[in-house]
């Protein structure tokens, strides 16, 4: 591959880049994904030759807009994501810069280490970017801030140059001393300046770590540099000064024990007055977070929980011990009446921590127009100053009846505030200066930073200066001249402050927008356009492990592929032209690769839910320019199936034959390698309706799969609820337009729900059915979700009334296990399963498992994602082979584990999929139920 191959130029793809998870869009020059140091280097060399700027990236998280810029975005993300090795012994790893936190943690906690420094988005933040940052997280009271793990830093300059920072390294490497003499020159003629002017507190990442170097220069021998380690230069220098090729990092051991308190107070100025003594019980981690997370964390799937038990909502202290005793602690807050909770077990407690880490982005809705807005989230202040800084902050923002989110690393003295505001307009734009200014000034009479811990990047840069001082900012430029004298690295960051509010996002909150003149298809309440600018770039999307968001961003490790690159993609097709071009090539292969598992719009802090839009994007499409017949045939397999049904033995005697295959393949464009499903005889044909008058009675959908492929299921399901003392209810009311959806027939679909809505709520008022149950999760979901969403004629009275009784079978028995009336006995039993659960029901938790475990099953929930399928995804061609990636990504090492146990689904994709992929035997976990009953 020659070097120009490296760089991708297009529009499209640039665009993908325009944002991170600040409140800046800047569209950068290229694009480029090197695989491995040799390739980065000959990436600088030729953009050297055109003087490019190089904004080095890694998953894009940076909330002060320091990987935003018009130059060549580096993603070291995709390829440079590899651990060189590890060292137990010495308690040493070498890694790549794309190396995901939870990465490394989970290759070094089997020797019993982990990296000290926790940022909030370990399942997605690089090693490259925290050290970039000087990032810290929750346990910077404990271990520091990444460069106090840092031992070397292999770097290519600018101009490509190799070269090695290390203590002492400028003993061996000429090109090292002279850069030292430099810095220790420009450092010791400001020395007194770095005294006075750089705040004595753990968290500062201002500028550059002038104050470490100094220290390091002070510490050395005599004549000499032996204490000196430039590397410390480079961490927090925002990849202004240097590339990162690879680290060479210090571990610690991890805590034997840990241990968590959930603290309760009414409002945040109670929480801080207490802040002090809380910090003298020992603890690893104090973390603050307000009311706003938590009522926020209340609306999202998973939290709401765990919030029960607490009793006051103004405000919670997380207070977490590491091998330490909690009863100083508990002794210290029943003595002053402070309320606390003590999770129950680690999953609770994982629980907790997850509501912590993913704080951030669920608070990044707007309230009335305005917006949590950065800028004021990165205060760091002596802890003794705290609650005073606190409680004048709070009274300047009440000068100016401004709303404000608050959260904090409180063992530290950081303090995120959020005020809120609507920078749509001149005057908010004019307030957010003046709040900075006199924030600034606050911040320095308290002796704190302004930029603790998120980096100066553009947002804080005029701050940071003010804060310093001009002899310190002149000796910072003076160093990026040294490293990068032509400013090429990241130019203008830290060295220059530009103005903050501009490049913002075209997004309707912080620029505003104009909703183009579109039929659409579904109901979009906020708008198209404000809808598709939705997503605050927070990254969620790209984490490798946990939920099962994103799966095609895990197989690809492509940006373009992630939610996040998708949301940019549909905000610049659709707010960046007067009408949208719906028929872009570019926009639907971005969205191709797209499963629609719905993970989005449960597990993204925005909800971004890339399914529906793409179910539009398509549908546009197909109204423009007529829909393939492969979309029709894909979308309308219930006439299809109950055809198959009806002859079921001679379909699934031919439909695998060799000729009957070939000519699928090459006609539908069928991937070679999967089996088709078999049909069944229906159940329709087979059932005998049991009357039981006096029972309550449910309504079982009718879907596709147990009632044409897999009729087997759909008895069992009717035989486990009539031994729970139900009627069963069963007609065919027809499809749940699930399959329409998918494929972008939304026209097919609204037909569907038009018929099958009135029908099965007609049905249930009928019988006066206390439930209507599924058994295929993407058809409930279609009826909770989906049916009320989609522009038709159904009185949203039906629809409404249809999801608010509409559960899957596994759901129902579970919730309402001691309300049935009859507990049937099943036999003992103490078979091992595991258990993988549907991404359209996942956000509702380990269902099934629990359900098993009620039963006498053995059930372990794996907390795997989505299983690559996705109805007709993964039969396409062109899908195999990211559709079994997924598949290894997500079920893999989670089947290796448990080689001889059966896998249990209640998806029939997913049980298709692991037998298709991996060979295992599937089931059901209603036909177990069934099979289990005495």
């Known amino acids: 591959m020659n070097r120009s191959e490296l760089i991708q130029r297009g529009w499209h793809e640039r665009s993908i880049y325009a944002t991170d998870a600040s409140m800046y869009r800047e569209v950068p020059s290229g694009i480029a994904t090197p695989r491995d140091g040799e390739e980065l280097r000959r990436i600088v060399v030729e953009s050297a030759t055109r003087n490019e700027p190089i904004l080095a990236r890694g998953a894009g998280t940076s909330l002060a807009g320091q990987t935003v810029g018009s130059g060549l975005v580096l993603d070291f993300s995709k390829h440079m994501h590899r651990i060189l090795s590890m060292d137990p012994a010495q308690k040493m790893a070498f890694v790549q810069p794309g190396v995901v936190l939870d990465q490394l943690n989970q290759s070094a906690q089997e020797h019993g280490l982990r990296f000290g420094p926790d940022v909030s988005t370990s399942t997605h933040a690089t090693l490259g970017g925290m050290i970039a940052n000087r990032s810290a997280g929750s346990y910077s009271l404990k271990y520091g801030m990444t460069d106090e793990h840092i031992v070397a830093l292999n770097c290519i300059l600018a101009d490509g140059t190799r070269v090695k920072f290390a203590k002492n390294a400028a003993m061996q490497d000429p090109l090292v001393m002279q850069l030292t ?140 011990y590491h091998d330490e005793d909690t009863q100083v602690a508990e002794k210290l807050l029943s003595d002053h009446g402070i309320s606390y909770h003590k999770p129950s077990d680690f999953e609770e407690a994982k629980t907790f921590w997850r509501l912590r880490k993913e704080g951030l982005g669920l608070i990044g809705r707007p309230s009335e127009g305005r917006m949590p807005i950065a800028g004021f989230e990165d205060c760091a202040i002596p802890l003794k ?61 308290h002796g704190g930073t302004v930029s603790g811990e998120h980096g100066d990047g553009r947002i804080r840069a005029k701050m940071v200066h003010d804060m310093l001082g001009p002899t310190i900012v002149e000796a910072i430029r003076q160093i990026k001249i040294l490293f990068d004298p032509k400013q090429r690295l990241n130019p203008g960051n830290i060295v220059e402050a530009r103005p903050a509010l501009v490049p913002l996002r075209i997004d309707g909150r912080h620029q505003p927008i104009t909703e183009p003149d579109t039929e659409t298809f579904w109901k979009w309440p906020e708008g198209l356009a404000q809808t598709a600018g939705s997503c605050n770039g927070n990254g969620l999307c790209r984490k490798e492990t946990g939920g099962a968001m994103c799966p095609s961003w895990r197989a690809t490790r492509d940006e373009r592929h992630a939610t996040r690159g998708r949301g940019n993609a549909l905000r610049e097709a659709i707010t960046g032209a007067d009408q949208p071009d719906f028929s872009d090539p570019d ?88 089996s088709l499903p078999k049909f069944s005889k229906s159940l329709f044909s087979r059932w005998k309706p049991n009357h039981a008058p006096n029972a309550p009675t449910v309504i079982l959908m ?233």
């Open 587 to 674: 926009l639907h292969s971005t969205l191709e690769l797209c499963l629609s598992c719905k993970a989005c719009r449960h597990e993204c802090p925005a909800n971004f839910d890339v399914s529906k839009f793409k179910s539009e994007v398509l549908a546009q499409h197909h109204h423009r320019n007529g829909t393939p017949i492969r979309a029709r045939l894909f979308g309308s397999i219930r006439p299809l199936a109950k055809l198959g049904s009806r002859f079921h033995r001679l379909a699934n005697l031919i439909q695998n034959t060799p000729p009957v295959r070939y000519f699928t393949n090459h006609w539908l464009g069928l991937a070679p390698g999967r």
């Open 385 to 445: 100053q705290y609650a005073s800084f606190r409680r004048e902050f709070a009274d300047r923002l009440a000068k100016d009846s401004r709303d404000a989110v608050w959260y904090a690393h409180a063992s530290v003295g950081l303090l995120h505030v959020r005020p809120r505001f609507d920078l749509r307009k001149e005057s908010e734009q004019v307030a957010w200066h003046d709040l900075t200014n006199d924030l600034t000034r606050l911040v320095i009479k």
């Open 702 to 934: 009718a879907d596709c799969f147990s009632c044409f492929y897999e009729s087997d299921l759909g008895l069992a399901a009717i035989k486990v609820l009539e031994s729970f003392g139900y009627q069963v209810v069963l007609e065919d009311v027809g499809c749940c337009g699930r399959t329409n959806i998918s494929v972008g027939r939304l026209d097919a679909a609204r037909k569907n729900i038009e018929r099958t809505a009135p029908a099965i709520e007609g049905l249930r008022q009928k019988h006066d059915a206390i439930a209507i149950l599924a058994l295929e999760p993407s058809c409930a979901s279609a009826m909770q979700e989906d049916w009320g969403e989609l522009k038709t004629n159904v009185p949203t009275t039906t629809t409404a009334n249809v999801a608010k009784h509409t559960a899957s079978l596994e759901s129902f028995l579970l919730n309402h296990w001691d309300q049935h009336p009859i507990r049937p006995n099943f036999k003992a039993n103490d078979q091992s399963v595991v258990v993988h659960t549907h991404c359209h029901a996942k956000h509702q938790g380990p269902v099934a498992a629990r359900l098993l475990e009620n039963v006498g099953f053995k059930a372990t929930a794996i907390d795997s994602g989505c299983c690559g399928l996705a109805g007709s995804f993964g039969y396409r061609a062109e899908c195999d082979d990211v559709s079994r990636n997924v598949a290894e990504q997500s079920l893999g090492h989670h089947l290796q584990e448990h080689p001889n146990t059966l896998v249990v689904a209640h998806g029939t994709s997913c049980r298709h999929q692991v037998e298709d992929v991996f060979g295992r035997e599937t089931a059901s976990p209603i036909v177990l139920l069934a099979n289990a009953l005495v």
């Open 181 to 320: 003499e430099q810095v220790a020159r420009i450092v010791l003629s400001v020395q007194d300046e770095i005294d006075r002017r750089f705040p004595d507190i753990r968290r500062n990442v201002s500028g550059y770590a002038l104050d470490d170097i100094l220290a390091q220069l002070r510490s050395s021998s005599p004549g000499t540099y032996d204490q000196v380690n430039l590397s410390q230069l480079i961490c927090g220098s925002e990849g202004t000064l240097a590339l990162i090729e690879s680290a060479q990092l210090r571990l610690v051991k991890t805590p034997q024990n840990s241990q968590l308190l959930v603290v309760s107070f009414s409002t945040v100025d109670e929480a801080c007055k207490e802040l002090v003594s809380l910090v003298q019980t020992y603890p690893a981690a104090v973390e603050l977070i307000d009311a706003n997370v938590i009522q926020s964390a209340k609306d999202q799937g998973g939290f709401s929980g765990i919030l029960d038990k607490l009793p006051n909502e103004g405000a919670l202290v997380y207070l977490e």
